[in-house]
């Protein structure tokens, strides 16, 4: 019976969150362009953000201090049930998403793919959009990540793969906010990847004039105080400050895999540089001003305490992460008995 009523609810919710995707916080008219394999969005409100997490690591659940842990599904759903009251937002991550590390020890691999795959599949459903994929989303290789990507509504926003072919994706997202312009890149520093792997993705600095002359090609005018240039980077803080010297152009870089948590914006010239912690312990946004529009502080970040998850009435997340636990404490004793088994056949043939 109560399967049954929290059934019920998390489809009314998933169904009301769809809706509201399409119609009122992130649900623009969607147009595409294939020549540029790029997607654009129009915004119908008057307020509109970009609203953003990373490094995430696998985590469901609020961890951190004992008393007053941060984070967790129940929590992320709240705030986006009370931000898409207020304004229309992209939702976005960039990357260390699905997995705790860039490496998956064989012994636990059932249970955190488990995870993995159920993390993304909430944070899908809560109304995440795009993801630029960092080092631990490769963790169980590039098959996994395609097979997550294939039950998802979500898209990878990636614009410097070497091969375009590698994995689906989008190359470059515009948005039409008013009069404004925002365009939008997805990029992957190599050397944040392990070795075997850095040659899926181009050097930033070798494909972003390539990439400033495809976005001229599809109406970007640095010289335009009504266009912005945003960059979703999984690279680092101190590769980040070396693209924003290098392109001064750039309005805005959303960062991610040093967790340099930024309380305002690191500024390099005109350019402004954020992350947030880990395990969405924070929520980032940024703001973007439209016609007639100036914010003082342009970013901000919402802390993911217990209370944000009461913003969602009968919030069904919380049954949902519990569901993952018991499921994932069944596997995880599953791989114990198998590794103990393993270790004593070892032991016996030492």
């Known amino acids: 019976m109560i399967k049954n009523i929290f059934q019920k609810n998390i489809k009314r919710w998933i169904l009301g969150s769809t809706l509201t995707l399409s119609l009122a916080s992130c649900g ?62 992209i939702y976005i991550d960039t ?20 995870s993995a795959e159920k993390l993304a599949l909430g944070l899908d459903k809560i109304g995440l ?23 998802v509504k979500f898209k990878l926003l990636v614009s410097n793969f070497s091969d ?13 906010f008013g009069k404004k312009k925002v365009f939008i890149l997805g990029v992957v520093d190599p050397q944040t990847m392990p070795s075997k792997m850095r040659s899926i993705f181009t050097p930033i600095q070798q494909v972003f004039p390539k990439l ?25 803080m101190d590769a980040d ?25 690191n500024e390099v010239g005109k350019t402004k540089l954020v992350q947030v ?6 929520i980032g946004e940024v703001m973007i001003a439209g016609e007639k529009q100036k914010f003082e502080e342009p970013f901000k970040y919402h802390e993911m305490r217990e209370q944000v998850s009461e913003l969602l009435k009968d919030n069904p997340w919380h049954k949902y992460i519990a569901d993952i636990k018991t499921e994932s404490e ?15 056949e070892v032991k016996k043939l030492a």
């Open 277 to 282: 912690l880990s395990k969405n312990h924070y």
């Open 95 to 114: 990357g260390d998403m699905l997995f705790p590390s860039n490496i998956v020890p064989n012994h636990i691999q059932k249970s955190l793919a488990y």
């Open 164 to 176: 375009p072919k590698l994995i689906p994706h989008k190359k470059f997202l515009k948005i039409n």
């Open 28 to 89: 623009f008219l969607i147009g595409l362009d294939k020549k540029f394999n790029a997607e654009s969005l129009d915004i119908s409100k008057e307020h509109f953000s970009i609203v953003f997490s990373h490094s995430i690591s696998g985590e469901t659940h609020p961890c951190g201090c004992r008393h007053h842990p941060l984070g967790g599904l129940p929590q992320v759903a709240g705030i986006m049930e009370d931000l898409k009251k207020k304004k229309d937002f």
């Open 129 to 151: 959009q795009y993801m630029v994929p960092g080092d631990q989303d490769f963790a169980l290789g590039v098959g996994f990540l395609k097979e997550i990507l294939e039950k």
């Open 212 to 236: 400033l002359k495809d976005l001229a090609d599809q109406g970007y005018e640095s010289s335009n105080k009504n266009h912005e240039l945003i960059v979703l980077s999984h690279s680092g």
């Open 241 to 265: 400050e070396v693209l924003a010297k290098k392109h001064p152009q750039i309005n805005w870089i959303i960062g991610a895999h040093s967790q340099s948590f930024t309380n305002f914006p």
């Open 330 to 344: 069944k596997i995880r004793e599953e791989e114990q008995k198998a590794f103990t088994s393993f270790s004593s």
